[in-house]
């Protein structure tokens, strides 16, 4: 992929910027997480321990954090995705 021409819509990638900087400011506590049209519930003791982390929100999303119980599945459909 290093060598292949990628095309950048400018519009789309100021909107993706921008919703990540949102994720980021919003107290994590706030945030509410979906997949498709499910909200997957995060427990609250597992937000408290992040919190003292220093990591960023969206490596909480990344890392799958949100749903400790099927973290590695998470990781499959991300690779599959990528």
Request: charged fraction near 35%.
């Given at each position: 992929m290093k060598n292949e021409t990628v095309n950048v819509d400018l519009h789309e990638a100021l909107k993706y910027f921008e919703w990540r900087r949102v994720i980021n400011n919003a107290k994590l506590s706030n945030l509410r997480f979906f997949e498709g049209d499910k909200e997957i519930k995060v427990n609250p003791e597992t937000i408290?321990?992040?919190?003292?982390?220093?990591?960023?929100n969206l490596d909480f999303i990344n890392g799958g954090f949100y749903d400790m119980d099927s973290i590695y599945h998470k990781r499959e459909l991300r690779e599959i995705s990528d």
């Open positions: 408290d321990e992040w919190e003292f982390t220093g990591l960023t």
